[in-house]
Every structure is written in structure tokens, then in C-alpha cells.
């Protein structure tokens, strides 16, 4: 028999006939299961149709693993134009044989008018938990495993959209999840295959999705002996010693002349019932941002312009310096060199939940705007994902936990920030909520500026893959951290 199930869903697209009939014509594929949610028109080469629901809901999936009989499924996940060789596959089959990974998969092309560039994707890790970690267009799983990991773990969920993310996740418990690093394929570019961008997974229509993607996570960590019970969370304890003002508006900065005046101006328009001061910390800018802050500072005494001594930090060592200051007040925090708050009650609303919940970080919600301050797509971000009850898990799952943050000083001062420019805020949030609670603000505090000199604006495939890699590091340690916890409890 030969090694290779495929499974794909129906396009009706000119390329799906090409592609089915070039993987049917390889000498590798035994079967093809055309996953559809009607009856199409004849034409499938050596193809049967299964006509269900989503191809990761449990319907589909039982329904496929019940019938399988080759040693591998090879899922096409996106929808799109792949164009795999017969050697490719016999390469697969061969690493998997050797490497007894319960899931692999490889680098590929990017084909695009005709011009083929490399698509390196990262190594799996223990914490490549996000949902949609990038995997490229083709999964190849090990029968056995698959088989192996729903007998030792449980069948798949009651789920429409997170079945094969459970499938994943129970496999690689006792399986290795292999990353071949060559480009074994190519996708090709057609009309409309056109990425959901960087905020789709908390667009409100992912709702239903976003939910069973968390129920599967939850249950994955307590079968690996991560999650943390709901429980009552460490108390922040109020301490007796003095701080200069109640609250602090951090600010990082290098190289921001075009918008820093606007930041610093939005912090000195706050309107409070307690005493505030501004810190930024420059971090040695050389495009006149120094003089501007100078001269701000020269106007309002409440602006503490900062220089370090040091001149090898990033935004995580800049916000150290800031929360060490002398002058940093009892709550300090965020707004981005090139952001602003949404109006002048943002700071009064954030030091309320800090001093009225017993809350060592408070985080609200933001909107997406141009650099002229309109609105634009997909507009507020509030991460309504999160529970009281299960956000300190389901943080380990998803890539960002929102703006503007705030921190009780006293307890960040005991955790402190990575000295690196992307992540920082993340890690500290999973250390933070490891212990403690987390409040909420679901309206819009803040602007977040999108615009071409953002830190993560038109990132490079390795860009974009180095800074998903250190979060994947960041949630490994942190995952490590807390199965140690339940190991002592």
C-alpha cells in the first residue's frame, strides 16, 4: 500500500483539478478525501468526496480517521495552490521513518508571478502552542501517532474549528513534531489567496472560534501538568514606603521626532485626582528627538527626561530604567512613543481598577488608527478573550494580551523586563499572572499609531519568524514554570 492519504478541502478554483491530479499521478498517494459541505460535479481524480463539515471539526476528522488505511495523512491546510514533487514526498516518508515524529512539517517556496522565494518556517518547541503557529500549507501526520495520542488522551472534542489543533497538540505530548528545513514545495500565488493580517484572531467573527481553540488549550495543559487552577490569586501587597506621585506615564524612545511631542502632550493632558510625572527614557536617539525632549522638559517640571548611562538596551532594558527611576510613582504606565491615550481620563480609569481591585497589572483596550489619528481596520482591539477564570492559561495560547498596560511598581520592580525590543510585555504578563490577577478594561483607552516606522511594519519572513520564535521561547520557560508549580502543590 502506498504511504499517503491526502486530505484537502473543495475549491472550485481553475488549480485544485491540477493539483489533485499532480499528487494522484505521484506514485505515493493511495487515497484523496475531498472534504466538502455540499455534492460538487464530477471531475476529482482518484479522489472520493466526503461531504461534512469544516475539515478540523470532529465530524470530519472522526469520519477520515475511521476509514484511514495508509501510514501518513498528509493534510493541504490553506486552501491554496501546492505544488509538492514525488521526490518531496518520498523525503518525507524517509525522515519520518527515522525520526518517529508523530508530525512533520517542512519549508517551502513562495511562488508569486512567476518568481520563487525560500519560506523558512521555525522549529516547534513546547511553547509553539499558539493556534496558528505556522506549520505552511502541509501536515503530514503519523497514522500510529494520531492513533496512539486519541486512545492515551481522548477523542476529539465536540469542536467545529479546533480539531485538528487538538489533533496537534495530543500528538506532540508523546511525539516528537519534526520541522524539515528545506523547501519541499511551493505555493503558488492565484487571486484572492490573500493573507487575514496581523489582529484577525480578535476579530469579533472569530468569537465561536477563539473559544473552542481555548477549551482545547485548557485541556492540554492540565493533561501536561501546566494549568493553573482558577484558585485565589496572590494578594498585591500595599506597601507602607512612599513613592513620589501616584502613578508614572513610562515612555520609551529612540528616534521618534516625528511623534513624541504628541505622546508626551496626550500624558500632560491627563486629568487626575492624585499627582502623576511623565518618564522618558530616550534611549539615545540621534534624529533630534533629544532636543525635543530638552525643550519639554525645560517647560513641564513634571517630564523626567531620561538618558542612560547604559547604551546596549532595548525597549524591555528602557523600561527598567524607568520603573528603578527614583521618580517612578506607586502604578507606571505604558503609552508608546508613537501613541496617545483617547482621551484625559485614560490614566484616572487604569490607577482606579489598579487601587480599587487587588490587581498587579491592569490592561485596557485600544484602537487602530492611521498616522493621522482616523480609525482604520479592524478598528478596537479589546481581547475579549480573556476570563477572569481562565485568562492566566489561555495567555499561554494567544500572542499578545493588549495596551495600554499598567503595573503595581512594587510588584514589577520584583519581576523586571527582558532587555530585548519585542516581547517584553508579553513575558511579563505570563510571569505576572503566573501569581497574579489581571484586570480588565474592555473600552478604548488609547490610539495605536500604524504606520511604516513601527517596529513590526514590514517585517521580512525571518523578522516576522525570529520574533514569533523568542514568544514561543517565552511561553516554553513560562510553561516549564508552572508545571513545576503543580509538581510541588
Known amino acids: 500500500m502506498l504511504p499517503f492519504t491526502v486530505v484537502v478541502s473543495y475549491s472550485p478554483e481553475p488549480f485544485f483539478t491540477k493539483m489533485l491530479s499532480s499528487l494522484a499521478d505521484s506514485g505515493l498517494v493511495e487515497d484523496m478525501v475531498i472534504v ?12 472520493r468526496l466526503l461531504v461534512a463539515g469544516p475539515l478540523s471539526s470532529r465530524e470530519t476528522l472522526m469520519a477520515i480517521l ?49 518568481e520563487k522565494t525560500p519560506h523558512p518556517l521555525n522549529d516547534y518547541q513546547p511553547g509553539s502552542v499558539r493556534d496558528d503557529f505556522d506549520f505552511g500549507a502541509v501536515m503530514v501526520f503519523s497514522v500510529s501517532a494520531l492513533q496512539r495520542a486519541l486512545a492515551m488522551y481522548g477523542p476529539i472534542p465536540p469542536v467545529r474549528h479546533a480539531g485538528l489543533y487538538d489533533l496537534r497538540l495530543k500528538v506532540s505530548i508523546d511525539h516528537p513534531v519534526y520541522h524539515l528545513g528545506e523547501p519541499l514545495y511551493a505555493v503558488i500565488e492565484t487571486d484572492g489567496t490573500v493573507g487575514e493580517g496581523l489582529f484577525a484572531y480578535v476579530d469579533p467573527r472569530h468569537a465561536d472560534s477563539q473559544k473552542e481553540m481555548e477549551t482545547v488549550f485548557t485541556d492540554y495543559l492540565k493533561k501536561i501538568g501546566a494549568c493553573l487552577p482558577p484558585g485565589r490569586p496572590r494578594a ?49 536617539s540621534n534624529d533630534g528627538t533629544t532636543a525635543i525632549l530638552s ?29 528603578h527611576s527614583q521618580a517612578c510613582g506607586r502604578y507606571a504606565v505604558q503609552l ?20 480599587r481591585g487587588n490587581h498587579a497589572m491592569v490592561i485596557g483596550s485600544y484602537t487602530i488608527v492611521n498616522f493621522d489619528l ?14 477572569d477564570e481562565n485568562g492566566h492559561n489561555n495567555a499561554l495560547r494567544v500572542n499578545g494580551l493588549g495596551a495600554p498596560r499598567a503595573f503595581d511598581t512594587q510588584v514589577i520592580r520584583g519581576i523586571g523586563f527582558l532587555n530585548v525590543g519585542y516581547g517584553e510585555d508579553y513575558a511579563a504578563a505570563l510571569r505576572i499572572c503566573r501569581e497574579y490577577r489581571i484586570g480588565r478594561i474592555y473600552e478604548s483607552l488609547y ?27 517565552i511561553r516554553t520557560d513560562e510553561i516549564a514554570a508552572r508545571k513545576a508549580i503543580n509538581a510541588g502543590a
Open 36 to 47: 466538502s459541505g455540499e455534492r460538487v460535479g464530477p471531475g476529482i481524480p482518484r479522489g
Open 374 to 387: 482616523k480609525e482604520i481596520p479592524p478598528g478596537l482591539i479589546d481581547h475579549r478573550e480573556w476570563t
Open 447 to 473: 490610539l495605536c499609531r500604524r504606520w511604516s516606522d513601527n517596529t513590526d511594519a514590514s517585517l521580512s519572513i525571518e523578522g516576522t519568524n525570529r520574533n514569533n520564535a523568542f514568544k514561543d521561547t
Open 236 to 284: 498585591v501587597e500595599r506597601t507602607a514606603q512612599p513613592f513620589p506621585v501616584e502613578a508614572s506615564v513610562i515612555i520609551p524612545v529612540r528616534n521618534r521626532k516625528k511623534t513624541i511631542a504628541d505622546a508626551v502632550r496626550s500624558a500632560l493632558s491627563q486629568e487626575t485626582d492624585f499627582p502623576f510625572n511623565i518618564i522618558v527614557v530616550d534611549n539615545h
Open 336 to 355: 508608546d512613543s508613537d501613541d496617545l491615550y483617547s482621551s484625559p481620563h485614560t490614566l484616572q480609569e487604569i490607577a482606579d481598577m489598579l487601587r
Open 66 to 114: 475511521q476509514d484511514i488505511r495508509t501510514d501518513y495523512l498528509l493534510f493541504l491546510t490553506q486552501g491554496r495552490h501546492v505544488s509538492v514533487e514525488q521526490e518531496a514526498l518520498k523525503r518525507i516518508v524517509a525522515v519520518a521513518e527515522t525520526t518517529r515524529a508523530g508530525l512533520i512539517y517542512t519549508d517551502f517556496y513562495d511562488v508569486t508571478g512567476g
Open 295 to 323: 525643550r519639554l522638559s525645560g517647560e513641564y517640571p513634571v517630564l523626567r527626561h531620561i538618558i542612560p548611562e547604559r547604551a546596549d538596551l532595548a525597549i524591555g532594558g528602557c523600561w527598567n530604567e524607568a520603573i
